[in-house]
């Protein structure tokens, strides 16, 4: 038996959780750095899991045994190039959140910590489930520990509970359409197990229940990546959300709705992807544009940052249709769609990578002021000049400036998309403009160019509560630095990761014709 | 069969008597009132634990195609012929099933009742016999043997419900509960005497082969007679529309009774039903299916719906639990004709009830513990529970996870089983509706959570969990988390147990 990597990265948080429980509550201390440190095993394992990955191979370091033998539920586990990076992207971001919250979290210490080290499981098993009924079980894992991040820690002024509920409601929805497709499609194929079920065509023979699972799907993972109209939910369980649960919610929990996308609704149902690609399409260019629009809105930081996010995201969704709108072998098409799938999917690490980093920059200027108006600030490069540095380098790769992280997904995308929908690319580059807009515009120039002035900084600023120092403190740089470095290595040098996620992404488009 | 065998084969019942009125008897052996109440509540626990003994003694004896229970005692008094009762997979579950009720709410109710009455030794024998009555409902094969089983449980349940006679609302409630609950055995009874009148018979397999063999002459009154019989177990069961007793009784009746009255009649009334339907009259799946579904949509809309309003925990988990049993529902209405399935919707209801056992017992007890502090259930009454008692509050947590059907718990594998048996029937409308009423159903649980999770205790005191509580609470929790995550005991037994029935069709 091979090291069980998958059944390591995925239920080590759990025994954290135990753990955490068992720690007396006043013993804060304790509590966080030994969840910091017990996160770092899953992230080491799967660096580990990385440099013994076999690009050239398919689903590698999988893991089976039988769970439920008479509903042939597996407890069936697998890593290839499209999960890899999210994985890693999962234990990254949880262990710098962790880290974060060390230093930021006052209240509540204990459950906090055990709740995010339960997220951390919920979302790592959705990324490496392989049995329709165990990724739906760690789908819904995750949903809860979430739900009370938001509700707990959101701030009183945010209105977190009803923020909470409206994310729990929205995304349960979809879950339990979902959940009937599932069903449908176990009693048309006799098996959960997800790369199977492609071969045997899933509820082939009656062709209206097919439409009717296909949607019921789209709509769990469109509800989660989210989509417009789906989206409504993601500004208010981003603006309520404490920091480190913002950071997670774009970096990560968005990505399992973009994750199933790949995983099994284009497989399970390529055809009728196909068919409905076109309108699709036109819902990514909508949540492309109008996410931007209504970013430029915005003058909550964090929410801009929230609806950047549905933006974002419609560039994953853009290429993923571009991806699925022809299925055919011809070899340039192939590499085109090729190309728009591995940017969708470099999109959505890139997008966490960024995002996430986003987040933890309000964080940093919300910890010190108690507010995100932007209209309240100005003026900061002078006094924060670190701040504004790495918030202008994070803004610059959310953008897509060549030589960032953004740029190659982003490019990549519209690469792909140009040669197959080459109208959908026109109209998309609109946002990529828009997005310069909100970030250069709102961003930049309102909260760090401008005249500074002191009473106005005074007023916003609480010294009593605030006892590192007034630049970014040493933990907030700490926390940025390796986003800071992947937002560069992805810029600059993609050779690696895009290695990876290209094997995967065209043995499954072969395996669609 | 001989006296011997006979004896055998009723022993959990006769244990549960037995325990039941020596429970009556030691009330009043025993002296000292502070330590009467605990006393007798380990007693009548220890009479559960040797009714559990008693039914897996019996277990292996019924075989794969049960076995008559009947005692040969010459001509007049049923006899081989005509036995009243039986012994196979269905009522042994049944059995199980009551006694792990019987024994969660022995486990919970003693510091309730140590706080609200004198009289102890009572509470405790009439619960004892209520679930007795569970067991005989269960294993009864012939009209008037259900009919009786049935009122015996009635009876039991009204005595229960008023049993704070000086509390006003107790009282109201068992006043309601009896008339509501005295009307629809009327009916019942009426749907019986047609069944018979019909077709000669009072015994189920009989009465569904006079049917099979054509010689009903008035076979048009089956129907109305089904619909009949439907609506005196849909009163047990607090089927929409006769439903409206359960949310005043659950309300008024002592937090302990409403915990038994939402798990043991409605599963009464379920084990009835299920036999009735399927070994009476499987001629008739048509249409009592259709009739099902249809009272299952209304059931699992109007639960949800009104308990959306609710601010008394007690009537809000009346509501939701009109709503759960209108997803068992589903099971029977989407009942598979074939048994080779993984879901004959038959299995799926049995783990949903089993699931729901723990669950509802589970959240009951909780609200029992907040209400001995409390002195009432209010919404409020729940504030910053996360603070004062975490163990109970994580507790009810996912139980409120598991009504909602949120793997991995034990309510997300019943949903699983009985929404399979409608897609596999396709029957969608019904799997649909199902799923939504789950999601409607999140918001007024959420109401719960919202104080006991966000809420902020000023100054509120600890609550104290006592260790009999603590073994409700924490066995309930175990076992639903359990039912999801070691699954495969529990459906082979539920799938075991329906497998008996399904050999008539």
New interface residues.
């Given amino acids: 038996m091979d090291f069980p990597f998958l059944t390591l990265i995925t239920f080590i948080p759990l025994v954290g959780v135990v753990i955490v429980a068992l720690i007396p509550a006043n013993r804060e201390r304790e509590i966080k750095w030994f969840s910091v440190v017990l996160s770092t095993i899953p992230l080491v394992l799967s660096i580990v899991m990385w440099a013994l990955f076999d690009p050239g191979q398919g689903m590698q370091f999988a893991e089976e045994a039988l769970w ?5 539920v597996y407890y069936r586990m697998g890593v290839d190039g499209i999960s890899l990076p999210l994985i890693f992207l999962t234990t990254l971001l949880t262990t710098l959140s962790l880290f974060y919250s060390a230093y930021t979290i006052k209240v509540r210490v204990k ?1 906090f910590f055990a709740l995010f080290l339960l997220l951390e499981m919920g979302m790592i098993g959705v990324f490496v489930a392989l049995d329709l ?1 165990l990724f ?2 760690f789908w ?2 995750g ?2 520990p979430m739900f ?1 991040l938001i ?2 820690w959101g701030q009183p002024k945010d209105r ?2 009803y923020s909470a ?1 409206k994310f ?2 929205y995304t ?2 979809g879950s ?2 979902m ?2 497709a599932f ?2 499609i ?2 048309t194929t006799g098996t959960w197990n997800i790369l199977e079920i492609p071969m045997l065509g899933p509820l082939a023979g009656n062709p209206v ?1 097919a439409v ?1 699972g296909f949607w019921a799907i789209f709509l769990a993972f469109a509800i989660k990546v989210p989509m417009f109209p789906f989206h409504t939910w993601l500004p208010d369980a981003h603006t309520a959300a404490p920091t480190a649960g913002s950071v997670i919610l774009a970096g990560v929990l968005l990505k399992l709705g973009g994750y199933g996308f790949i995983r099994i609704l284009l497989p399970f149902f390529p055809d009728l992807f196909k068919q409905f690609a076109p309108f699709i399409g036109i819902i990514a260019l909508i949540s492309m544009i109008y996410g931007a629009l209504v970013s430029m809105a915005q003058w909550d930081l964090k929410r801009l940052i929230a609806y950047s996010s549905v933006s974002h995201m419609g560039y994953f969704t853009l290429g993923l249709v571009a991806a699925a709108a022809r299925l055919v072998a011809q070899d340039p098409i192939l590499s085109s769609r090729a190309i728009a799938l591995d940017g969708a999917i470099l999109q959505m690490f890139n997008h966490g990578i960024i995002t996430g980093g986003l987040f933890f920059l309000v964080g940093v200027i919300y910890e010190r002021t108690h507010t995100r108006d932007l209209k309240a600030f100005g003026g900061l490069s002078a006094k924060l000049p670190i701040f504004y540095g790495v918030m202008l380098m994070t803004g610059l790769a959310s953008l897509g400036l060549p030589g960032l992280a953004g740029f190659i997904s982003e490019f990549l995308v519209f690469r792909g998309v140009f040669a197959i929908m080459p109208v959908y690319a026109i109209i998309g580059i609109i946002a990529i403009v828009l997005t310069a807009a909100y970030i250069l515009w709102k961003i930049i120039q309102y909260v760090f160019l401008g005249e500074f002035s002191e009473e106005k900084w005074s007023a916003i600023f609480d010294r009593e509560h605030w006892h590192f120092s007034l630049d970014m403190a040493r933990f907030e740089i700490i926390t940025m630095v390796p986003l800071l470095f992947f937002m560069l290595l992805v810029g600059i040098y993609p050779a690696p990761i895009l290695a990876v996620i290209n094997t995967a992404s065209t043995a499954l488009l072969s395996s669609l014709l | 069969m001989t006296l011997n065998h006979f004896l055998i084969l009723l022993l959990p019942e006769i244990t549960l008597t037995v325990a039941a009125f020596l429970v009556f008897i030691l009330d009043m052996l025993v002296r000292g009132d502070e330590v009467r109440g605990s006393r007798l509540q380990w007693f009548a626990f220890l009479g559960v634990l040797l009714t559990l003994a008693a039914t897996i003694l019996v277990w292996p004896l019924a075989g794969a195609s049960g076995l008559p229970i009947s005692l040969d005692v010459g001509q007049g008094f049923g006899g081989d012929a005509a036995p009243m009762m039986v012994l196979d997979g269905l009522s042994l579950f049944f059995k199980l099933f009551t006694v792990l009720v019987l024994a969660i709410v022995v486990l919970s109710a003693g510091e309730y009742v140590r706080m609200h009455t004198r009289f102890r030794g009572e509470f405790y024998a009439l619960v004892l016999l209520a679930g007795l009555s569970i067991m005989l409902a269960s294993a009864s094969t012939n009209l008037v043997m259900i009919y009786l089983s049935i009122e015996f449980l009635s009876i039991t349940s009204y005595i229960l419900t008023g049993y704070l006679r000086d509390d006003a609302r107790s009282t109201e409630a068992a006043i309601k509960y009896f008339i509501y609950g005295a009307a629809a055995s009327a009916v019942m009874l009426y749907g019986f005497s047609l069944l018979y009148g019909a077709t000669g018979a009072t015994g189920l397999v009989e009465i569904a082969t006079a049917l099979a063999t054509g010689s009903v002459t008035l076979r048009w009154l089956i129907f109305p007679a089904l619909v009949m019989v439907l609506a005196g177990l849909g009163f047990k069961i607090a089927l929409v529309p006769f439903h409206q007793w359960s949310p005043d009784a659950y309300e008024g009746a002592p937090t302990p009774v409403t915990a038994f009255l939402s798990v043991g009649p409605k599963a009464a009334g379920f084990a009835v039903l299920i036999r009735f339907l399927i070994v009476a009259l499987p001629a008739f799946q048509v249409n009592w299916s259709a009739v099902l579904a249809g009272v299952a949509i209304v059931t699992m809309s109007l639960g949800n719906l009104v308990a959306l309003w609710q601010t008394n925990v007690k009537r809000l988990l009346a509501y939701s639990s009109i709503a759960q049993a209108g997803y068992m529902l589903i099971g029977l209405a989407a009942l598979a004709p074939r048994a080779d399935s993984w879901t004959t919707g038959l299995n799926g209801l049995l783990l949903y009830l089993f699931a729901y056992l723990f669950t509802n017992l589970g959240a009951f007890a909780v609200v029992i513990a907040v209400e001995n502090r409390s002195g009432s259930a209010n919404l409020p009454d729940f504030t910053g529970l996360l603070r004062r008692s975490p163990f109970l509050a994580v507790a009810m947590f996912v139980f409120l996870l598991s009504l909602i059907g949120i793997p991995p718990t034990g309510g997300f594998m019943g949903k699983l089983f009985v929404f399979g048996a409608a897609v596999q029937r396709q029957m969608i409308l019904l799997a649909v509706v199902g799923v939504l009423n789950s999601v409607i159903s999140v918001y007024y649980y959420y109401r719960i959570m919202q104080p006991m999770l966000f809420g902020q205790a000023d100054g509120a005191e600890p609550i104290r969990v006592t260790p009999s509580m603590g073994l409700a609470v924490g066995v309930s929790l175990a076992m639903v988390l359990v039912i999801a995550l070691y699954a495969e005991p529990f459906i082979r037994l539920a799938t075991e147990s329906a497998q008996v029935l399904a050999a008539s069709f």
Avoid at chain 1, 68 to 72: C, F, S
Wanted: proline letters at 6%; charged letters at 10%; aromatic letters at 10%.
């Fill in positions: 439920i033998p008479t509903l042939d459950e009924v739906y079980v819904e894992i949903l809860v009370l509700g707990i977190p509970q509920i729990f409601l349960l929805v339990v359409a959940l009937l069903i449908g176990y009693l229940l009717a």
